[in-house]
T-cell receptor, first 109, second 111 residues
């Protein structure tokens, strides 16, 4: 029973365009949401987060949007760069961090 | 550079033969976590230490044990590995509960 769902296993985006990665959750008690990025043969690295009291957080090319009524969050990367090719994990916290299965992002030249 | 180190990066063990994976950190974080990640699955929390306080997840099999002899080191012991225990094992540290720093992982193969 997945509480954090990333329904797209993979996504391909042209370099320079916007990448949008989506995440849905079921637990309304989650108070914090995070995105992690993972390259092959490396552990996940923290990318950006958002508190449940906000609806948007921006850090450079990365913006996370939270829609609590829809229990949905998304990560926008603008503009997409080749180094953004990686697996992106959505995660959410109640008393612990729960991860989604990840979405593999391919940035096409 | 402050970091989380996992050794070995690749471990092969035989069915039923005990194996220990290690994790060390130079971040001086209170919390250390062990996750299991199988192919195309989400990382699954096995247990964590808050300082010396051990917290086991309810669905973590008894086959998995952990030790934290000091702040810097944490070990994952698999007493009798089965074929289903083949996975990537990720260690992470944190000083707040919502941001974690991961090591590169140990890929365990069970033959």
């Amino acid at each position: 029973d997945q509480q954090v769902k990333q329904n797209s296993p993979s996504l391909s985006v042209q370099e320079g365009r916007i990448s949008i990665l989506n995440c849905d959750y079921t637990n309304s008690m989650f108070d914090y949401f995070l995105w992690y990025k993972k390259y092959p043969a490396e552990g996940p690295t923290f990318l950006i987060s958002i508190s449940s009291i906000k609806d948007k957080n921006e850090d450079g090319r990365f913006t996370v949007f939270l829609n609590k009524s829809a229990k949905h969050l998304s990560l926008h990367i603008v503009p997409s760069q080749p180094g953004d090719s990686a697996v992106y994990f959505c995660a959410a916290r109640d008393d612990k961090i729960i991860f989604g299965k990840g979405t593999r992002l391919h940035i096409l030249p | 550079d402050a970091m989380v180190i996992q050794n070995p990066r690749y471990q092969v063990t035989q069915f039923g033969k005990p194996v220990t994976l290690s994790c060390s950190q130079t971040l001086n974080h209170n919390v250390m976590y062990w996750y299991q990640q199988k192919s195309s699955q989400a990382p699954k929390l096995l247990f964590h230490y808050y300082d010396k306080d051990f917290n086991n997840e309810a669905d973590t099999p008894d086959n998995f044990q952990s030790r934290r002899p000091n702040t810097s080191f944490c070990f994952l012991d698999i007493r009798s590995p089965g074929l289903g225990d083949a996975a990537m094992y990720l260690c992470a540290t944190g000083d707040r509960s919502y941001e974690q720093y991961f090591g590169p992982g140990t890929r365990l193969t069970v033959t």
